[in-house]
């Protein structure tokens, strides 16, 4: 669903949750007016727990699609209906001025991605000068961006995902009742 789309099925039908699966530091930093954050790595966690108890429809968020699109997939498998995926993630939402709620939190995940990514180049190359087989570093960075290019995967955000400022500060439980729940908890 496109965001004009996301808009009116939210003004038709106030009971539509909007489930945020970016980490909780993207989150922070912007989000859609009432929705819960639920992220990608918590929503394969708490997988077998994932049956719920409400008709509502879903919308699945992320900053681009792409990680939306895998949480789909996921609630899919266990047999969650009436799921969308907002294409274009927060990225499209904020080209149409819809309503964002701003905060203070990390950098979005795919700058984190392209920063790690980069600074793992320079420093391959730059310290390939001094000991040559350190070129490899480039290499496989290169390589690893290939596979998640065609993949539509990226290790390396997982990675990223695990650091602290990225991490869940509430417990898994309590996140996973915002999807599951007949009556969700307050959003944030």
Excluded at 100 to 119: I, P
Aim: charged residues 20%; aromatic residues 4%; hydrophobic residues 45%.
């Amino acid at each position: 669903m496109d965001t004009p789309q996301v808009r009116t099925l939210l003004d038709d039908n106030p009971r539509t949750r909007v489930i945020d699966v970016r980490t909780p530091g993207e989150f922070a930093a912007a989000h859609i007016p009432g929705s819960y954050n639920v992220p990608l790595d918590l929503l394969r966690e708490h997988r077998a727990e994932l049956t719920a108890a409400h008709d509502d429809p879903i919308v699945l968020v992320c900053a681009s699609g792409a990680r939306a699109d895998q949480a789909f997939t996921v609630l899919q498998s266990v047999g969650s209906d009436k799921l969308s995926v907002l294409s274009g993630g927060i990225t499209g939402w904020r080209q149409h001025d819809a309503p964002l709620n701003r905060g203070s939190g990390t950098w979005a995940m795919e700058r984190q991605v392209r920063l790690a990514a980069g600074l793992l180049v320079l420093t391959g190359v730059v310290a390939s000068t001094a000991y040559e087989p350190l070129k490899w570093i480039a290499g496989f960075v290169g390589g690893g961006l290939t596979f998640a290019a065609l993949t539509n995967t990226c290790a390396m955000s997982r990675v990223l995902a695990l650091l602290p400022h990225n991490r869940i500060r509430t417990g898994g439980a309590r996140t996973v009742a915002a999807l599951t729940d007949r009556t969700p908890p307050a959003a944030r």
